[in-house]
């Protein structure tokens, strides 16, 4: 069974504050996703790695940044978090072909005061 | 670019009721798309791609080209079919990897 982990289930922060959010899968697959996921507008793509310290931006980028050192591992970092970024985030991992599943992690809840 | 349209929020059917959840894509190539479904409480998951041809959990999509679509179908709701469901595309990228591009999602609520 694919397994995708992420650090926290729920997260508060204060505006300003940097914000690390991990993300763990153990299939030894090439691709990663960071996702927000909000109410009415479906999940968005921040940023995706298809190799091991390779990133791509995605749809929403900006004020998001990402980090990929070991193929496991897949961290979204949020440089001074602020309220428009209170969202749930989801993770997620692929092989490389387009015709594969991506599966997620249980997601993180932050909440930026 | 690629585009996944879902132009229902929310879909409500009584039980037994035929399903169907309508997704509109836009994509230069030849797509691959997918149904995922988020239960309550539950993590994303697939539920279905077209690529496979298969019925999972009596739903089925058929992808029409000539209509750009990929609508979900069930001939008779269940109650555990209460979910949120994403269609989504994806494609390759000039620069390498590939990307899902997902729709904003249909809520369907089967009532008793």
């Known amino acids: 069974d694919v397994k995708v982990t992420q650090s926290s289930r729920y997260l508060v922060k204060r505006t300003g504050e940097k914000v690390f959010l991990e993300c763990v899968q153990d299939?030894?697959?090439?691709?990663m996703f960071w996702y927000r996921q909000d109410p009415g507008l479906g999940l968005r793509l921040i940023y995706f790695s298809y190799d091991v310290k390779m990133k791509e931006k995605g749809d929403i980028p900006e004020g998001y940044s990402v980090s990929r050192e070991k193929k496991e591992r897949f961290s979204l970092i949020l440089e001074s978090a602020s309220t428009n970024q209170t969202s749930m985030y989801l993770c997620?991992?692929?092989?490389?072909?387009?015709?594969?599943?991506?599966?997620f992690g249980p997601g993180t809840r932050l909440l930026v005061l | 670019a690629q585009r996944v349209t879902q132009p229902e929020k929310l879909l409500s059917v009584f039980k037994g009721a035929p399903v169907e959840l309508k997704c509109n894509y836009s994509y230069s190539g030849s797509p691959e798309l997918f149904w995922y479904v988020q239960y309550s409480r539950q993590r994303l998951q697939l539920l279905l791609r077209?690529?496979s041809r298969e019925s999972i959990k009596g739903f089925t999509a058929d992808l029409n080209k000539g209509e750009t679509s990929f609508h979900l179908k069930k001939p008779f709701a269940q109650e555990e079919d209460s979910a949120m469901y994403y269609c989504?595309?994806?494609?390759?990228?000039?620069?390498?990897?590939?990307?899902?591009?997902f729709g904003t999602g249909t809520q369907l609520k089967v009532e008793l």
């Open positions: 077209h690529i």
């Open positions: 989504a595309l994806s494609g390759y990228l000039t620069g390498g990897g590939n990307k899902l591009t």
């Open positions: 997620a991992s692929s092989r490389g072909q387009p015709q594969e599943t991506q599966y």
């Open positions: 299939m030894d697959h090439e691709n």
